[in-house]
């Protein structure tokens, strides 16, 4: 389980979150939504404790990837994974290896990581989290860069993690794979939690937080007429 209370933030004189509470049990997959700007990732930063006023978690049993999270050293994909055993203090090689091919990336074990694509990249960096073996996932954006595809490869990966039992927390900003995925969605609005719900029931609370007219047009078009 992670939980933060009652946390508020202000940063450069703006408030960024407002009084938020967010608790995920194992086996939850928790997908945070909202608009640009809404304390999403704060909110991320503060569950892992890198906010003043937050206790630090223990790095062997939660795994953090930030938000365009990348390596720009010369490292390779398998020694990008292997920086997940450091907490452990030691060079387990079988943890790294598992954690390659859950994300299938273990054919780029020995390319290196700065002359591979974004969303290569992307998924040696959540290779990393795996192979820490955490009890706790928290992930900024685990998604971006990504072809659908390897999206919903991810998704349907940390969704299994999460019926594992292990406790999944993740910003999104699709919704389509948080509403499809989650067993929750937690909605971020202008710093405040605007809905805490079952992810069947979110999809008009989510479209409201995005400012979407759902509901109130029958005939939706992606372009305006001619």
Same mark, same amino acid.
């Given at each position: 389980m992670i939980a933060v209370s009652h946390l508020s933030? @202000?940063?450069?004189?703006?408030?960024?979150?407002?009084?938020? &509470?967010?608790? +995920? @049990?194992?086996?939850?997959? /928790? +997908?945070v939504c909202g608009p640009n700007g809404a304390g999403k990732s704060t909110l991320l930063r503060g569950l892992v404790g890198l906010l003043p006023d937050t206790p630090a978690s223990d790095?062997?049993?939660?795994a953090y990837v930030p938000q365009g999270a990348r390596? +720009?050293?010369?490292?390779?994909?398998? =020694?990008?994974?292997?920086?997940?055993?450091?907490? *452990?203090? !030691?060079? %387990? &090689?079988a943890p790294v290896a598992s954690a390659l091919q859950l994300c299938g990336i273990e054919a780029l074990r020995?390319?290196?990581?700065d002359r591979i694509s974004g969303g290569e990249a992307r998924r040696a960096m959540l290779a990393r989290a795996f192979a820490t073996e955490p009890? /706790?996932?928290?992930? !900024?954006?685990?998604?971006? !860069?990504?072809?659908?595809? %390897?999206? *919903? @490869?991810?998704?349907?990966?940390?969704?299994t993690t999460a019926d594992a039992g292990r406790t999944v927390v993740m910003v999104l900003h699709a919704l389509d794979l948080a509403l499809r995925y989650a067993d929750r969605v937690v909605l971020l609005a202008?710093?405040?939690?605007v809905a805490d719900l079952p992810a &069947? =029931? +979110?999809?008009s609370a989510a479209a409201a937080a995005f400012g979407l007219p759902y509901g109130t047009d029958p005939s939706p078009r992606l372009l305006p007429p001619d």
């Open positions: 933030v @202000a940063l450069g004189g703006r408030t960024v979150l407002d009084d938020v &509470s967010l608790t +995920a @049990a194992p086996g939850e997959l /928790v +997908a790095p062997r049993r939660v390596c +720009a050293w010369g490292l390779t994909v398998e =020694q990008v994974a292997a920086l997940g055993r450091i907490p *452990h203090g !030691d060079t %387990a &090689s020995t390319a290196r990581v009890e /706790v996932f928290l992930l !900024d954006e685990p998604t971006a !860069d990504l072809d659908p595809a %390897a999206a *919903h @490869a991810i998704m349907r990966l940390l969704r202008g710093g405040r939690l &069947s =029931q +979110a999809l």
